[in-house]
């Protein structure tokens, strides 16, 4: 384990020591930093979502900016705009929240489909375009969305467009009563010990997270597990052909862009457990993730109760991951 990886994996321990519960959440987020790619959070309130992407950004001197969407946003309010000056006889741009590293779009299916097309082109492009003028975002940047599966009355629901650009949707469970006891003592600590401050301080820098970046994307990932991954996204365009009681309950698959994120996300999960190789149980681990927000399911499945969850957990079964 070289030097990067290391700091990579202490990230991950520090980021450990200031949440508790939410363990996978602390995984994926991780591996979206570490692919560049951007993660999408669903979960009740008070899960700590908003804290653990907020400890993200410190532990890595990241800047920040949290964006509460809402149905009277606009596009401007996320991209910035023109200023004109009356002084100087001219216009000078001024930049909106998503000129950060990292960007906390809370409750992103609040937000009108304009809004929502310029947080696209950010998400895919890494830029934006005010008035003609394309800008480019930092170098770092990611954007980690939330959304809440209640109160859905209002909202606008994330085109199948929008929701391709993320690499991961994680869904957040309530924590375990071992896990929440620990969260209300965490709470109630009056001080914070030295050895916990120093720990808290933040271990790498973006500098750090780019170079990891460049080293992700050179762990190994066998011809064996490259199968594995082709033949497991184009089985969601066609589940009947593993199952036969899975006839016409897709109306649309997986795209090629899941296969990438799979193989990346897995190549991440990999180097965040010290290793420059992939294993089977790094793909079987992420595919739910990867894959949960990309399948789109019919009527059909609806009435028989069938979510993308069970479909993607009877494909891993059927496929081979040796």
Excluded: W
């Excluded at 990292?102 to 937000?111: G, P, T």
């Excluded at 290793?275 to 595919?287: G, N, S």
């Amino acid at each position: 384990m070289d030097s990067i990886q290391r700091r990579m994996v202490e990230l991950r321990s520090s980021l450990a020591r200031r949440i508790v519960g939410q363990q996978p959440l602390l995984d994926r987020m991780v591996v979206a930093l570490l692919t560049g790619g951007h993660l999408l959070v669903e979960g009740l309130p008070g899960l700590a979502k908003t804290t653990a992407v907020k400890a993200l950004a410190h532990a890595v001197h990241a800047s920040f900016q949290r964006v509460q969407f809402t149905p009277d946003l606009l596009p401007g309010d996320i991209t910035g705009g023109d200023v004109f000056l009356p002084a100087e006889g001219r216009s000078r741009f001024v930049a909106g929240p998503l000129f950060h590293d990292i960007v906390l779009a809370d409750e992103i299916n609040r937000a009108p489909a304009k809004v929502q097309s310029a947080l696209l082109e950010a998400m895919q492009e890494r830029q934006v375009t005010v008035g003609g003028t394309t800008h480019a975002l930092p170098p770092l940047f990611l954007v980690m969305a939330t959304q809440n599966p209640l109160e859905q009355s209002g909202t606008y629901p994330l085109p199948e467009a929008q929701l391709d650009r993320f690499l991961l949707h994680v869904v957040l469970d309530y924590p375990s009563e071992a896990q929440e006891r620990s969260i209300l003592d965490k709470d109630l600590a009056d001080a914070v010990s030295a050895r916990e401050r120093a720990a808290a301080q933040p271990p790498v820098d973006a500098a750090t997270v780019l170079e990891a970046r460049a080293e992700v994307r050179c762990v190994h990932l066998a011809e064996s597990l490259r199968d594995a991954i082709v033949t497991l996204v184009r089985a969601t365009r066609d589940p009947e052909r593993h199952d036969a009681s899975r006839v016409g309950l897709v109306a649309a698959g997986a795209s090629p862009r899941a296969m990438l994120a799979l193989a990346h996300a897995a190549q991440a999960l990999a180097y965040l457990r010290g290793r420059d190789y992939v294993i089977p149980d790094d793909i079987v681990e992420l595919a739910p993730d990867v894959l949960r927000h990309r399948i789109v399911l019919n009527l059909e499945a609806e009435l028989r109760g069938v979510d993308a969850d069970a479909l993607i957990g009877q494909l891993l079964q059927r496929c081979s991951f040796d």
